[in-house]
């Protein structure tokens, strides 16, 4: 019984872990489309367009720090701003090395961007348009969130006056 639910879960994990795979493969394709149809290609566009998936990958991670600290800010807990910053930025920096490494094996190991540019490109229009557009609300609730959230840092912190 116990040797049951256990591998269940484990199934429900993978296939988790699949979707989120998936989800991230398809905005890397949506980016690469992006500035293939901008005429932004050339030069390493897989690359660029695998740092802009990055750099919106770091979005979230900067919004829950901005709430964090205006949390912090708001209770009057924030003894030692210098401390809070370090920690802030010793955890950007392994959020970075960590999408930096997923993302190295997911899409740009083995040239698997080509595979997955050719994968998606076979979808038909009203998926990929349905996609596409999920995609976006995704990338729109993330920036939006991020603005919320420094909104909100702002408001909550404390003025200072003098250096």
Same mark, same amino acid.
């Given at each position: 019984? =116990?040797? &049951?639910?256990?591998?269940?879960?484990?199934?429900?994990?993978?296939?988790?872990?699949?979707?989120?795979?998936? $989800?991230? &493969?398809? =905005?890397? /394709?949506?980016?690469?489309?992006?500035?293939?149809?901008?005429?932004?290609?050339?030069?390493?566009?897989?690359?660029? +367009?695998?740092?802009?998936?990055?750099?919106? #990958?770091?979005? !979230?991670?900067?919004?829950?720090?901005?709430?964090? $600290? +205006?949390?912090?800010?708001?209770?009057?807990?924030? /003894?030692? !701003?210098?401390?809070?910053?370090?920690?802030?930025?010793? @955890?950007? =920096?392994?959020?970075?090395?960590?999408?930096?490494? $997923?993302? &190295?094996?997911?899409?740009?190991?083995?040239?698997?961007?080509?595979?997955?540019? %050719?994968?998606?490109?076979?979808? !038909?229009?009203?998926?990929?348009?349905? #996609?596409?557009?999920? +995609?976006?609300?995704?990338?729109?609730?993330?920036?939006?969130?991020?603005?919320?959230?420094? @909104?909100?840092? $702002? %408001?909550?912190?404390?003025?200072?006056?003098? !250096?």
């Amino acid at each position: 019984m =116990v040797s &049951q639910l256990l591998s269940n879960y484990s199934i429900l994990k993978s296939m988790k872990i699949k979707n989120i795979i998936k $989800a991230y &493969q398809y =905005v890397y /394709y949506r980016i690469y489309k992006f500035m293939e149809d901008s005429h932004m290609d050339g030069f390493w566009m897989e690359w660029r +367009a695998f740092g802009l998936l990055n750099g919106l #990958m770091i979005l !979230p991670v900067l919004s829950i720090i901005y709430y964090f $600290a +205006a949390l912090l800010s708001l209770f009057g807990l924030m /003894y030692n !701003p210098e401390l809070i910053s370090y920690i802030i930025g010793v @955890c950007l =920096v392994i959020w970075l090395l960590f999408i930096f490494i $997923a993302g &190295q094996k997911v899409l740009m190991n083995r040239n698997r961007w080509k595979n997955i540019i %050719k994968e998606f490109d076979r979808l !038909p229009q009203k998926e990929n348009t349905q #996609m596409g557009l999920i +995609a976006l609300g995704i990338v729109l609730f993330v920036i939006l969130s991020l603005i919320l959230s420094i @909104c909100l840092m $702002a %408001k909550t912190s404390p003025v200072r006056n003098g !250096p």
